[in-house]
């Protein structure tokens, strides 16, 4: 059956309950091989699964693509995507905010295959009109960015690019499906971490890769199938679960970010807010024009000794101290504290940025810890 809301798209779609026995969670395949291959199509857990094929569904039709390929962690489908664009010798340009990870892959591994990234700051078409060169295989976005959630303009890059046989790539983790399709924007593949939102429980690593039919099954194909990179069906179930509440998760999400960046960006001990979602954010328009809402995930420069805000976060009641984003829970981070102008230039950040991923706590409890740990500082 076929569902145009995507609320109803993560509730139903591919929960083919006539194939399950009538069972309204479909059950998980846990299993390497399937026999009898003439009947079903199924061979090889590493090619093709049940349960994680309803995933793939779902991702597809929320992401307005063809089709969607789920890989066992948000890099493992950054790494394979990447690795379908390029080719020895492959010039790739990429905003200096990306993930560190994504960063890590292009400026330290990319590099054995003759391959060259060039990191722009990712604002203006003209970064990346300047930088391309005729050996520019692949534009690689990010929007938001990570830690300073900068914008690139999705639309215009991708008919950039397409002008110039260039692929592109963007990382959609931040806004999630729900609130931006790069796909429908013109972008050739679109990749996740589904270990943030998507999962949304903090207890699921997983990653996922949408595009056309065509450059999926060339990515399942090859990449997915030879490096290995692929989904478990317990984690494809757990994945099935989170995405059946991501509407409501992100609803909330948002409603306390908005609250928390309001928050921040009127205390006298702020400098500055990073947050798509506020009139202030300087690219506010873009993101208008091409997101439908923002998420929980959100930065800001304390004014302060770094060692006195690191101290003061630390010991936060609600926002743990601890990497990663996108689950239940709320989490705090530091970056680029005390370090050097080099440091942060080189980390693209403007100085020492405090990070927090608003969860679905009570609003009001989020505010008064974020109060407790300023006024520490
Ligand atoms: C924006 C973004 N993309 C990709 C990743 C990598 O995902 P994973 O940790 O699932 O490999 C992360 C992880 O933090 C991320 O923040």
Not at 148 to 157: E, I, S
Not at 197 to 218: P, Q
Not at 310 to 315: G, Y
Request: net charge negative.
């Amino acid at each position: 059956m076929d569902y145009k809301n995507k609320e109803d798209i993560c509730a139903h779609l591919g929960d083919d309950y006539s194939r399950f026995l009538g069972a309204i969670v479909p059950p998980i395949f846990q299993t390497t091989l399937f026999t009898n291959t003439d009947k079903h199509g199924y061979v090889y857990t590493r090619v093709s699964n049940p349960t994680t094929e309803i995933v793939e569904g779902k991702i597809a039709a929320l992401e307005e693509g063809e089709a969607a390929k789920c890989f066992s962690s948000g890099m493992a489908a950054i790494s394979a995507a990447i690795m379908r664009a390029v080719r020895t010798g492959s010039h790739v340009i990429c905003p200096i905010t990306v993930y560190g990870g994504t960063k890590h892959f292009l400026t330290d591994y990319l590099p054995r295959f003759q391959v060259e990234t060039t990191f722009v700051p990712g604002d203006s078409i003209e970064d990346f009109e300047r930088a391309i060169r005729p050996n520019t295989h692949l534009i690689y976005l990010e929007s938001p960015s990570s830690n300073l959630f900068a914008l690139q303009d999705l639309q215009a890059l991708a008919q950039l690019a397409r002008e110039r046989g260039i692929t592109t790539i963007a990382d959609n983790t931040w806004a999630t499906p729900l609130y931006q399709n790069p796909l429908a924007l013109g972008i050739d593949m679109v990749v996740h971490s589904a270990s943030k939102y998507l999962g949304g429980h903090s207890d699921v690593t997983a990653g996922a890769a949408a595009g056309k039919s065509s450059i999926m099954n060339e990515l399942a194909g090859q990449e997915r199938q030879l490096y290995g990179a692929v989904m478990d069906p317990h984690s494809s179930w757990l994945l099935l679960r989170g995405i059946r509440t991501l509407p409501v998760r992100m609803s909330q999400h948002q409603e306390s970010a908005m609250k928390a960046a309001r928050f921040l960006e009127a205390h006298p001990k702020v400098e500055r807010v990073f947050y798509p979602g506020l009139p202030s954010h300087p690219q506010y328009d873009l993101g208008l024009k091409q997101m439908t809402g923002y998420t929980g995930l959100l930065s800001f420069m304390p004014i302060g000794r770094p060692e006195r805000i690191i101290e003061a976060v630390k010991s936060m009641r609600y926002f743990q101290f601890g990497p990663s984003w996108g689950g239940f829970e709320s989490l705090v981070m530091t970056y680029g504290m005390g370090a050097s102008k080099e440091e942060t230039d080189r980390m693209g950040i403007p100085g020492g940025l405090v990070r927090i991923s608003v969860g679905l706590e009570h609003a009001e409890s989020l505010l008064e810890d974020l109060e407790h740990a300023l006024s520490k500082i």
